[in-house]
């Protein structure tokens, strides 16, 4: 399984960017998806998840009402839509694959997660 994560950059605070990553090797679409974030310095955090289905999301506090997660199963890849950025949202971004398949719910941990992106850098300044 592969994951290879996109579209992360410079930005000033209050703009957006759009994370995309795209999978392959695996039957996407049977698996949960997750976006987290590590910012210099600090641990990597849950961001938001997405059901196998796209039926149920989970956020992070911190991002709810400015970031959508959503997927596409034709294009096996998953958005990360950013708005409103803060330069406190500066951080690599990763997605990763939920290890158990057709799951009903979000977890949060990173030990649910089995496969892993490489990671883009988001910077915001401020």
């Known amino acids: 399984v592969q994951l290879q994560a996109f579209g992360g950059g410079l930005v000033q605070a209050r703009g957006f960017l759009r994370l995309s990553c795209a999978a392959s090797?695996?039957?996407?679409?049977?698996?949960?998806m997750g976006w987290f974030r590590q910012a210099p310095g600090k641990e990597r955090e849950f961001v938001a998840a997405?059901?196998?289905?796209?039926?149920?999301?989970y956020y992070v506090d911190s991002v709810k009402g400015r970031f959508s997660i959503s997927r596409d199963h034709a294009k096996n890849t998953v958005y990360l839509q950013m708005n409103s950025l803060k330069p406190e949202d500066t951080a690599v971004y990763y997605c990763?694959?939920?290890?158990?398949?057709?799951?009903?719910?979000?977890?949060?941990?990173?030990?649910?997660?089995?496969?892993w992106g490489q990671g883009t850098l988001v910077t915001v300044s401020s």
């Open positions: 990763a694959a939920d290890a158990t398949p057709y799951r009903r719910t979000i977890l949060v941990d990173l030990g649910a997660y089995n496969y």
């Open positions: 997405i059901t196998w289905s796209g039926a149920m999301t």
């Open positions: 090797g695996r039957t996407f679409s049977s698996y949960g």
